[in-house]
């Protein structure tokens, strides 16, 4: 087996089989973070930092976990001084998935075989240079060579869609659709919640000065979502509230919010009970998806979060959180009614997920999220949730990422993973190769369109 080859996760014979199966097709992409802007302007890429570093969590992470300094990851330094530094310490990012993405991008993309090295930096920094001047290395061109089919932005709800508006007439044959975030909404005493308020009330026109009327602009925005197209909604919670709560109880704490004094902790989490019940309620309606993330602790470490703002690499997992308990009052509240995609940051989490999921026909384990989505955390999950619940309900795979060649790398990293695991399967006499092919083309493909109605 050779670095990246074609055996490439691939430990069976069986695993190769239905992996050919499963190869090319089509992408599906219900969650991620992609850069709608950058799709449809369509001008491609001046550099390979631009493409592989300069929106990549995972990359600048690794890199400062080896002693590169700041400026020469998200700061002043150049792009090829950024790129220079990455290709110095790429050797040492072997065994961490980040490693085989980055090889993956510049073999799959680039035609490029030479591991990235400080040796090999100047060459695979001009060979890609001279390649993005083609314009079948631009955006558009790169998302049907991979064969993306649909992918899903992640869009706060004050958002205009004008992008999207955009993306529908410009981009052929692939379909871009928004994802309503509703996190700001719900996350009151947060240091810029007042910010979303008016910032919700002048995107719809709606007086938010009363809860009745932040509710009604909240659902204003989940209508013009709809009718553009987005078939589910995000919330990241670190740990999920849900229980029974008045909306006089919940209009009470807005009220209080709204004249500048702070609540307390048991009001923030009854504030953030009723309105994720009211977004569950505005789902079903719609037939919308409720994806839960849950688990993250973010911006952990201070002088990151200081220096560089929210979300830039500094979020950690915990074990203490109580998912059972607290999701028990949505769950059953929408039993039947709505999809429930279920996703956590924290792998000891996943009995709990999985479990639950057993339980109501209509939730789902979403897949092996962010710290987790390597050959070994994948395969780790695929076995459980096969194990427990079923894999043919497992939701399938989302890239997760600002980085667009994400779709290639991720995807191929996960079909590569799911080929494995059933693969094995096959060898040990537990399920006919028949079997096992239309079970992985139904989670690699065919689940994930019909569960989010593609």
Same mark, same amino acid.
């Given at each position: 087996?050779?670095? $990246?080859?074609?055996?490439?996760?691939?430990?069976?014979?069986?695993?190769?089989?239905?992996?050919? &199966?499963?190869? %090319? +097709?089509?992408?599906?992409?219900?969650?991620?973070?992609i850069d709608v802007g950058e799709i449809v302007a369509n001008e491609g890429w001046n550099d390979v930092w631009e493409l592989e570093g300069a929106t990549d969590h995972y990359v600048?992470?690794?890199?400062?976990?080896?002693?590169?300094?700041e400026d020469q990851i998200t700061g002043k330094a150049s792009n090829r001084e950024k790129w220079n530094a990455l290709a110095r310490i790429a050797p040492e990012l072997a065994g961490n998935p980040t490693y085989e993405w980055i090889h993956l991008d510049l073999k799959r993309r680039f035609d490029i075989e030479k591991p990235l090295s400080?040796?090999?930096?100047?060459?695979?920094?001009?060979?890609?240079?001279?390649?993005?001047?083609?314009?079948?290395?631009?955006?558009?061109? $790169?998302?049907?060579?991979?064969?993306?089919?649909?992918?899903?932005?992640?869009?706060?709800?004050? &958002?205009?869609? %004008? +992008?999207?508006?955009?993306a529908d007439t410009q981009v052929d044959s692939i379909d871009v659709y928004p994802t309503w975030r509703a996190d700001r909404a719900v996350h009151i005493g947060h240091r810029d919640w007042d910010d979303f308020v008016r910032e919700l009330q002048g995107a719809t026109g709606v007086d938010t000065s009363s809860f009745t009327g932040f509710l009604d602009a909240l659902e204003t925005t989940h209508d013009y979502f709809a009718e553009h197209g987005c078939r589910a909604s995000d919330l990241s919670v670190q740990e999920p509230v849900t229980r029974p709560v008045s909306k006089r109880r919940a209009a009470t704490i807005?009220?209080?919010e709204r004249r500048g004094k702070s609540p307390n902790d048991r009001q923030i989490a009854d504030f953030k009970a009723f309105m994720i019940e009211y977004i569950g309620g505005l789902n079903a309606e719609k037939r919308w998806v409720t994806q839960f993330h849950i688990g993250p602790v973010r911006n952990y470490r201070d002088e990151l979060f200081e220096q560089l703002?929210?979300?830039?690499?500094?979020?950690?997992?915990?074990?203490?959180?109580?998912?059972?308990?607290?999701?028990?009052?949505?769950?059953?509240?929408?039993?039947?009614?709505?999809?429930?995609?279920?996703?956590?940051?924290?792998?000891?989490?996943?009995?709990?997920l999985t479990t639950i999921a057993r339980a109501f026909p209509t939730v789902s384990v979403g897949p092996a999220w962010w710290y987790n989505d390597s050959p070994f955390g994948m395969e780790h999950q695929l076995e459980?949730?096969?194990?427990?619940?079923?894999?043919?309900n497992h939701a399938g795979m989302v890239s997760d990422?600002?980085?667009?060649?994400?779709?290639?790398?991720?995807?191929?990293?996960?079909?590569?993973?799911?080929?494995?695991v059933v693969g094995n399967h096959v060898e040990r006499g537990r399920m006919p190769m028949e079997t096992a092919r239309e079970l992985i083309e139904h989670v690699a493909y065919h689940r994930p369109k019909r569960l989010y109605g593609f």
């Open positions: 087996m050779g670095f $990246l080859d074609e055996t490439y996760l691939l430990e069976t014979d069986a695993a190769r089989k239905l992996y050919d &199966a499963i190869e %090319e +097709l089509p992408i599906i992409d219900p969650h991620s973070h600048w992470t690794a890199m400062r976990k080896r002693g590169i300094p400080e040796s090999t930096a100047d060459e695979i920094w001009n060979e890609t240079a001279s390649q993005l001047e083609s314009d079948e290395k631009r955006p558009q061109a $790169l998302l049907r060579e991979m064969g993306v089919d649909v992918v899903c932005s992640t869009d706060d709800p004050t &958002a205009t869609l %004008e +992008l999207h508006e955009r807005y009220e209080t703002g929210a979300d830039a690499g500094g979020t950690v997992t915990t074990q203490t959180i109580d998912i059972a308990t607290n999701l028990q009052h949505f769950l059953n509240t929408f039993d039947g009614e709505s999809e429930i995609v279920l996703y956590c940051v924290d792998p000891t989490h996943y009995p709990t459980y949730v096969g194990s427990v619940d079923l894999l043919a990422s600002r980085k667009l060649l994400s779709f290639s790398s991720r995807f191929e990293m996960f079909r590569r993973s799911l080929a494995n």
